[in-house]
């Protein structure tokens, strides 16, 4: 049996556009042992996967040095025969070189290349492509060396059973007093602090331009609790009931609620990757900057489940990031037809 080793130690959102990767790789060789390295923050999502047999908990960089050497020690012990680091940086790289596995795979970018001793050109800073499918790249060539047939990986990435989600269902719906026989559309406003959102007065604009009769559901992570009660008032100003959601048992229930969803709205943050796992329907907000584009973090639905705006292309880069040029009122009408699409079907 091949014991795998694959990295992916950043954000939640990084870490979901990973659920291709591990799908393909179990899928092509079910008889590998796959452990995955994740931050603390992330172990409950890496628990959901089914494409996961191990999880290893990264204390990352900022750990003391006694704490790297054991995870080193830890990952030597382990006898890994691969490892592919879908996130490259020289800490990644270090680790697998000190812990000597004998196969390591790794983008071919910056100083940290010349610990790998198998890379291969990606050039992700062109942003040419989605971020997961540079993912599935590194797999595919690993799979390519290792002479197996590539099974290429279908939507949904995650889900949960049927009695479970009805379950949560009801929960929601007697925790705020939900209609059930309306589409539930879930609003996460917050940023994570990763890509710029829309302001509370575009979330604004944009519910009070749907069309559909909805229960709106505002989400919200920590230290974002106050931003979707803003949100509230503000929809309240515009007759728009809404019901925030800014407390649960973790990360796997919140998962769980998410998939309740008839859609999910968001700017690029780990919650809208998440929905996307799940294929709930989503409709995201991103930069026009290069290393940010609607492009390089398109989430992982299946082929006409998402939805995705940004600024106008623009020379001025400082532009790029202002998500106040995205015009609200220029976009409903799409954005209606497709919700009308979605929810129909």
């Not at 950043?10 to 291709?20: E, N, R, S």
Request: one cysteine or more; aromatic letters at 10%; glycine letters at 4%.
């Amino acid at each position: 049996m091949k014991k795998l080793l694959v990295i992916r130690n950043d954000k939640i959102g990084d870490f979901m556009l990973a659920w291709p990767s591990f799908a393909m790789l179990k899928s092509s060789m079910p008889y590998c042992h796959i452990t995955a390295l994740v931050p603390s923050y992330t172990v409950a999502l890496a628990n959901l996967c089914p494409w996961i047999d191990e999880v290893r908990v990264d204390p990352t960089e900022k750990a003391s040095k006694s704490e790297q050497q054991q995870l080193i020690a830890d990952i030597k012990a382990q006898q890994f025969d691969a490892s592919i680091s879908l996130f490259s940086t020289t800490y990644n790289a270090l680790l697998v070189w000190k812990a000597r596995i004998p196969y390591r795979l790794a983008p071919a970018t910056k100083l940290a290349q010349i610990f790998y001793n198998h890379k291969i050109k990606q050039k992700r800073s062109q942003s040419a492509k989605p971020e997961f499918e540079y993912n599935l790249d590194l797999v595919r060539a690993f799979l390519n060396d290792a002479g197996e047939n590539i099974i290429e990986p279908e939507a949904p990435f995650l889900s949960f059973d049927y009695e479970e989600l009805e379950l949560q269902k009801r929960k929601l719906a007697k925790q705020f007093e939900l209609n059930q026989s309306k589409p539930w559309v879930f609003i996460h406003a917050g940023s994570g602090g990763s890509a710029n959102n829309l302001s509370l007065q575009q979330y604004t604009e944009l519910s009070a331009g749907l069309e559909r009769d909805v229960e709106f559901v505002l989400t919200a992570g920590p230290g974002e609790q106050e931003k979707a009660r803003e949100l509230q008032a503000l929809m309240i100003q515009h007759s728009i009931r809404s019901v925030v959601y800014d407390k649960n048992d973790g990360l796997v229930d919140f998962s769980r609620s998410i998939a309740c969803a008839d859609l999910f709205i968001a700017g690029s943050t780990g919650p809208l990757h998440i929905a996307a796992a799940i294929d709930v329907p989503t409709v995201g907000f991103f930069p026009s900057k290069r290393s940010a584009t609607p492009l390089r973090w398109k989430p992982i639905n299946s082929e006409g489940r998402h939805l995705a705006f940004c600024p106008p292309q623009s020379g001025d880069k400082a532009s790029q990031d202002d998500m106040s040029r995205i015009e609200i009122a220029t976009l409903v009408d799409g954005f209606n037809q497709w919700v009308e699409k979605i929810l129909v079907n």
